[in-house]
């Protein structure tokens, strides 16, 4: 058996095997859920390659999370010595 190359980071596309594993299943598993995955909008195998490619499968990925990023801090963060109480540390 020959080593699957689209693990390596230089692969933009990745196998079943690939597809998997990114989803923390066995190779099983993914088959026997595909089709439910792709109802649920995971993107399929390319035609031309018949691989995966990882940037829409880490969208699709990235699009299920249910909780977003903190928002960032819109304050000012420059401040004058007068606006700090350094006695307060």
Do not use: C
């Amino acid at each position: 058996m020959s080593k699957d190359l689209t693990f390596s980071n230089s692969s933009a596309f990745g196998s079943i095997s690939w597809a998997a594993q990114r989803l923390g299943m066995s190779k099983g598993m993914f088959l026997r859920r595909r089709a439910t995955l792709e109802s649920e909008g995971f993107p399929k195998r390319d035609p031309l390659t018949n691989y995966y490619h990882k940037a829409d499968v880490d969208a699709w990925i990235d699009n299920r999370r249910r909780i977003p990023d903190a928002a960032s801090y819109s304050g000012s963060s420059e401040r004058t010595k007068s606006e700090v109480n350094l006695h307060a540390l």
